[in-house]
């Protein structure tokens, strides 16, 4: 049988397999069970720095009785209200680690260099294996400036380094004019591994009702291409480990991502849609490419990858279809 080991941010991983960030991730009994059925490692749940801010938001306009005014009593309750989330976060840990030892891997949704690097040594402490940033926000003020966002991601990096020594990778959109230079400061900056991409909420409107909802939550089996094509050509450009993410649906879109360099991928709606069970089907799919192929291990699947690769990345850089193009293979 095909050996499917891999190493991902410095983790010894039994496949590269990894569960996303997401509701799956968030409770005890559905972690084991997602251990249970084989996976290599577990992305949990995000913190939302916005969660915390709404939270603390929300106490104050209902009002604290005699201590509305007490900016001591203020500065306790936002370090209570944290630390709240946090030792639940730990609780959840806790479990986790006396009953499993797939790797652990916390995730934080933080947009602003605020206290997060603070979070982050709490999260080490906790007995995390890694962290995980996931860094966006919607540049809706037109007064910002794209290199204001870039400078604030890679001080909330810089300053998360300082304070820990567990592996830290980040979580990114694809929507850079110079993605690559992008992914390339956070690898110079010293992260371990970069994770292509990260996936949105996205507002609709319900014409019957007149109200805001939700738009599609899951991705589709049509949306890997994009992080294929990034993985391709990033793979020989950075030194940082890179995850895939994103419209993993199939054990030959996993087998893919592997073939295209990546040192692990993330999958999340593709269990929403079948179950925890999935996580065999798409590691049993992909043995069955390793033995059709006659791979030994991840790294074969990577040495036959670049081997498929041309010189230059025009493959993968072409985004249009020339006037005469019929060939769609």
């Known amino acids: 049988m ?70 001591e009593f203020l500065d306790y309750f936002d370090y209570q209200l944290k630390r709240d989330k946090f030792d639940g976060y730990r609780r959840l840990i806790d479990d986790i680690k006396s009953k499993c030892d797939v790797p652990v891997i916390a995730s934080i949704n933080c947009y602003s260099v605020g206290e997060w690097f603070a979070y982050a040594k709490l999260l080490e402490e906790a007995g995390v294996n890694a962290l995980e940033l996931n860094l966006y926000r919607i540049p809706s003020k037109i007064q910002i400036e794209a ?43 010293g992260v371990e591994g970069v994770v292509l991409f990260n996936r949105f909420y996205s507002p609709d409107f319900d014409l019957e009702n ?49 073939l295209a360099g990546a040192d692990s991928v993330q999958v999340v709606s593709a269990l ?15 043995q069955n490419w390793m033995v059709k192929k006659n791979l030994a291990s991840i790294q074969d699947i990577h040495k036959l990858g670049r081997s498929m690769m041309p010189e230059n990345a025009e493959v993968f850089e072409r985004v249009q279809f020339m006037k005469y193009f019929g060939d769609h293979n």
């Open 147 to 189: 290199r204001e966002i870039i400078e604030s991601y890679l001080e909330i990096v810089k300053r998360v380094k300082e304070y820990v020594t567990i592996p830290v990778s980040v979580k990114i959109s694809p929507y850079f004019t110079d993605l690559a230079n992008v992914v390339s400061k956070f690898d110079l900056l």
């Open 2 to 71: 095909s050996d499917l080991r891999t190493k991902y941010l410095g983790l010894e991983l039994k496949n590269p397999l990894l569960v996303g960030s997401c509701g799956l991730t968030g409770t005890a009994d559905s972690i084991l069970n997602l251990a249970d059925k084989g996976v290599g490692g577990i992305v949990l749940k995000s913190l939302f720095e916005e969660e915390i801010i709404m939270e603390y938001e929300k106490n104050l306009k209902e009002g604290l009785g005699h201590a509305d005014n007490n900016l």
């Open 210 to 258: 007149d109200r805001i909802i939700s738009g599609p939550v899951y991705s589709s089996a049509r949306d890997y291409a994009n992080t294929l094509r990034w993985v391709a050509m990033l793979k020989e450009q950075v030194t940082c480990d890179l995850c895939a993410s994103g419209g993993v649906h199939s054990a030959d879109t996993l087998f893919k991502m592997l």
């Open 272 to 286: 929403y849609k079948n179950g925890a069970g999935f996580v065999r089907d798409l590691l049993s799919g992909l």
